[in-house]
């Protein structure tokens, strides 16, 4: 039995996680989001994953956060980031940057690196384990009417790369090559990989090894 | 100025649709589901969605709904199939069904094709256009104890195929090529064209001529 928790402050990814039936804690855990000189964006993607995984099992173990029943914290981490003629796409910062990201990602194709990463303790030390999944995302011609009509809706504004795909800028999408979730946010397929490695095996019924962390069919989505 | 009507009983067809903001009333439409002699599979989704936008149409017109200030509706109908050995996977119609579908999808790849249609009255006859998405979505392997734990979700009951990609079934879907709204069950991209084609342009700003289809943002998602 362990305790699962969520070091993220995205309310898609806690969304995504909870449509899974499993019950988690969230943790807000705050790391150095600069991307080292030289570093590729898939291993820029895995560190941040990792890096957020491992502060929040500090936070887990340091009593910064509830621990129900005193079980040992799971932690998961995830990071998302959108890869452009070989340019990272960040949140935008304002109006114009929302404008730059929708023009550049008009009419073509872009990837979309997301990476999950799990960190408990084993035999006393801290262990993580990172998954990472590489999509693309085809975008349809968006004219400048359409561009800042969808910037004024302001559901770019918190989001990599300046859209999100299972908002509004659904229509725009031609095309995936991939996974769903990971280009919302959290990869579920490898998610759930991680989670059963670590003792929370998806779908198990409760009562068994994972009944901590998944919930009665009626809260189930 | 029209009114837009969807003519299925599918709640994530309602969900997908009203995600975009758009407003609409549903009909409820039945027309005979069988598949014709030698009908392919892309030419069965095809002609169900069309049978269903024009029944929608016929229903809307005859008064079978509300017509809201009285404007000339616009019908869209939709259909989802899953396709695997060139066999569709229909609705199951029992527990031993689902059970043979999860089987048959585990650890391979399938098929959805996915298509809607768009019906209104132009030049005073019926006029419908159809668009068709193809898709291949990847299933990881799943054991016996896991087909039976999902099919005791209750989540296959009234799914093509008996799966939904967007709930619990995510974590078995290692891989998807196409387009995700489709496989839910209705393509956005196509919708919003033929949508944009019928005088609703999506994101169109309030007071334009789509405003009898746009809401006012507090009603976004």
């Not at 068994?208 to 989505?221: F, H, L, Q």
Request: charge should be positive; proline fraction near 6%.
């Amino acid at each position: 039995m362990v305790s699962l928790y969520l070091a993220s402050r995205s309310p898609r990814r806690r969304e995504l996680l909870a449509g899974l039936g499993y019950r988690f804690e969230v943790l807000d855990v705050a790391v150095d989001e600069r991307r080292a000189d030289g570093e590729t964006p898939a291993r820029y993607v895995e560190r941040m994953a990792r890096e957020k995984a491992l502060a929040g099992l500090d936070a887990a173990e340091g009593g910064g956060a509830a621990r129900p029943e005193g079980l040992p914290p799971v932690v998961l981490g995830a990071d998302t980031i959108v890869v452009v003629d070989g340019k990272v796409l960040g949140k935008p910062r304002d109006r114009a940057e929302v404008l730059a990201h929708l023009e550049r990602l008009s009419g073509r194709d872009h990837r979309v690196l997301s990476a999950v990463a799990l960190a408990a303790r084993a035999a006393g030390e801290p262990a993580v384990g990172v998954r990472l999944s590489r999509n693309r995302v085809w975008f349809r011609q968006l004219s400048p009417a359409e561009r800042e009509a969808y910037r004024a809706t302001g559901e770019p504004a918190d989001k990599a790369g300046s859209y999100a795909i299972q908002g509004l800028a659904a229509a725009f999408v031609t095309r995936l090559e991939g996974s769903w979730s990971a280009v919302v946010g959290l990869p579920l397929n490898e998610t759930t990989d991680l989670l059963a490695r670590a003792g929370l095996p998806f779908l198990a019924p409760p009562g068994g090894d994972a009944a901590g962390a998944w919930p009665a069919t009626a809260e189930r989505r």
